[in-house]
């Protein structure tokens, strides 16, 4: 769609602040209303819609993209969604481990347990510590109370959670973010530390330090999307 609008404002509607372009309601891919919950949000919606030069790029409007994914998506089946989100808790990243004796093995003990610990103790679990990568199950008892700890999140903080569970492998990390538990960018680099290892041991690979760059950056456009919305804790 190319730009026709020449203004863009925000109104108060049911749904929070509406995205008008010259008067005129945005509607999400679903044809529903483009409503923010919170004022920030909107502000950053509105500097997207603002920045079209001659026509819409997705990929230059990241905020707006989780606030469809919110409302179209989420919205009508967030059961389904937070379950989803919830099950990367029964194989989080963070649990599985290098053979001992292994250097990488007490790498990964320096970098995850303190955020396995905090898991522990915010959330009152337990967790396997899995040596290779062979499944193994995780308790029932932690599973459920994880599964209510992200039911318990939003619709839009929903959207955002997606995104950085997907990138991450990791449920601990993503509630790490939500909580706002040490820095996105700590965060990041503990979900990358089997390939930052990698890097160490034979040098960077161009298309792999790209790749990884490119999906740092949709993981930071989620913690911003989660900033914007103001509800962590």
């Keep these: 769609m ?3 609008w020449k203004e863009v404002t925000l109104e108060q509607s049911t749904f929070g602040y509406a995205v008008r372009l010259d008067g005129r309601p945005v509607k999400t891919p679903t ?4 409503a923010l919950p919170t004022q920030r949000l909107a502000d950053a919606v509105v500097a997207e819609w603002d920045a079209v030069e001659k026509s819409i ?20 089946d967030r059961s389904s969604f937070a379950t989803a989100i919830a099950a990367y ?28 610990n905090w898991a522990r103790g915010r959330y009152d ?27 318990a ?20 990390a993503t509630m790490a973010v939500v909580e706002q538990e040490g820095t996105a960018q700590d965060i990041w680099n503990a979900a990358c530390l089997d390939e930052l290892w ?34 962590s804790t």
């Excluded at 990929?59 to 009508?76: C, E, K, L, S, Y």
């Excluded at 963070?94 to 396995?116: F, H, S, T, V």
């Excluded at 959207?159 to 449920?171: D, P, Q, R, T, V």
């Design 89 to 116: 808790g029964e194989t989080d990243l963070m649990c599985y481990r290098a053979a001992k004796g292994d250097a990488l093995a007490d790498r990964q003990a320096e970098i995850w347990d303190p955020w396995i």
């Design 57 to 76: 790029d997705p990929g230059r409007m990241p905020i707006t993209g989780f606030a469809n994914a919110a409302i179209d998506h989420i919205g009508p």
């Design 125 to 151: 679990v337990s967790f396997v510590i899995v040596e290779g990568i062979i499944h193994k199950p995780q308790p029932d008892a932690t599973l459920e109370k994880l599964r209510a700890a992200v039911a």
């Design 153 to 172: 999140r939003g619709t839009f903080e929903l959207a955002a959670m997606a995104k950085l569970a997907h990138l991450s492998g990791s449920l601990i």
């Design 198 to 231: 990698q890097e160490e041991l034979w040098g960077a690979d161009y298309w792999a330090q790209k790749n990884r760059n490119d999906r740092e950056g949709e993981f930071m456009q989620a913690v911003r999307f989660l900033d914007l919305l103001g509800t």
């Design 31 to 34: 044809r529903n209303e483009l």
């Design 2 to 4: 190319r730009r026709f």
